[in-house]
């Protein structure tokens, strides 16, 4: 299957050259234009409310809780950026789409950015709010259970915060990957054949990456690569959605075979006309909110079971 006609079409408008070229804070800016953008879907909550999660450092984030009956599920909510991009306020539209999707509450997290605050500090507020929102479940919108969910950068966290939550023996209803970054130390061959025209280069890759993670050798370790946790067994189901034309879809793949092989039921769902980051698409590319809506509806039976 080719690239989507309306992706490609986006694309051509959307070439303003590697983000390492661009000061930080435009870079900011157009990524949370652009989310903005392309999720202007209206999605109205009975209320949004903001929080202050206790960590390192306070964390903010923003509960949302859809109209309605709601299941008494919360879903924590990473935002993906590379660790250097996003906010709560970019990814407004996608988060209020995904609570009432699931007719669930959701909690946002605005973790810390990369390089300001470079491995571990975006980690150890993903792990923050897994236990603040356990702790808290009855006040974040009548919950009694807790499923994680991300996209890109923040599909690696919701990754991350599935594997924490095992630890701490917590039975999480389930994990929402989109398009995740699951493995700094290798190329896979979908970053090369990837590697530039498609949104996401192979050189923005390596500048987030150095960004996030400095000169440390950090990259083995198993909260910056979780395909690298010595196990992956008894984890929280997952559904997981890649994109054809995007560098990172092998990565996502094969976080899919691993939680399969370890007896993990996954559903792995690949969009072959679909770019990175198309979920943010939604309210543009028709095929987009399809593929966005069947991972949902995928995500909502986990909660709902």
Request: with cysteine.
């Amino acid at each position: 299957m080719g690239l989507d006609p309306l992706v490609a079409a986006l694309l051509a408008q959307l070439d303003a050259g590697p983000v390492a070229s661009m000061p930080l804070e435009e870079v900011r800016t157009n990524l949370d234009m652009l989310t903005r953008i392309g999720f202007a879907i209206g999605a109205p909550m009975a209320e949004v409310r903001e929080i202050a999660i206790p960590g390192e450092a306070e964390i903010p984030a923003r509960l949302y809780l859809p109209e309605g009956e709601r299941l008494p599920r919360l879903t924590l909510f990473f935002h993906g950026g590379g660790f250097v991009l996003g906010s709560l306020g970019g990814y407004d539209g996608l988060v209020r789409y995904l609570a009432r999707a699931t007719s669930a509450p959701v909690l946002s997290v605005g973790y810390r950015l990369a390089p300001e605050h470079p491995f571990p500090a975006a980690v150890n507020d993903a792990l923050a709010a897994v236990d603040f929102a356990i702790g808290n479940l009855g006040e974040l919108g009548g919950a009694d259970r807790l499923g994680v969910a991300g996209d890109s950068a923040g599909g690696n966290l919701a990754a991350v915060a599935a594997l924490h939550a095992r630890e701490l023996d917590i039975e999480l209803a389930g994990q929402l990957l989109l398009y995740p970054a699951c493995d700094f130390t290798r190329t896979y061959p979908s970053m090369s054949e990837f590697a530039t025209g498609y949104f996401l280069t192979l050189e923005d890759l390596v500048w987030f990456g150095s960004c996030y993670l400095g000169d440390d050798g950090q990259a083995g370790d198993w909260r910056v690569s979780p395909a690298l946790a010595s196990d992956h067994a008894n984890l929280a189901p997952a559904v997981v959605g890649v994109a054809g034309y995007d560098p990172l879809r092998d990565q996502g793949i094969r976080y899919s075979e691993l939680l399969a092989a370890a007896g993990v039921g996954v559903e792995l769902r690949r969009y072959d006309g679909m770019i990175h980051g198309f979920a943010a698409l939604s309210g543009l590319v028709p095929a987009a909110k399809s593929a966005f809506d069947e991972l949902i509806g995928l995500y909502r039976e986990l909660l709902s079971s």
